[in-house]
């Protein structure tokens, strides 16, 4: 079990060597960081969903459906 992810906006590919993108609901990937106990143990993307202008509560949901607890 994890003690906690992390959700940071990268541009294309995403992962740990990707720009972080200025733009957190407009980003074209998050990249997942999973840390146990202080230290990450594990990292993975996730596509960011599509959403109208306004519905920036889309990647919000994603987020919190994934179990991300930090941006």
Known sequence: MYTGIIAIPTLDPG???ASRSDHFCHCPVFTLIFVQ?????QVTTLENVPHQAGGCMAPVAALQDRGVSAL
């Not at 106990?37 to 143990?41: I, S, W």
């Open 15 to 17: 992962g740990l060597e």
């Open 37 to 41: 106990d202080g230290a990450p143990v």
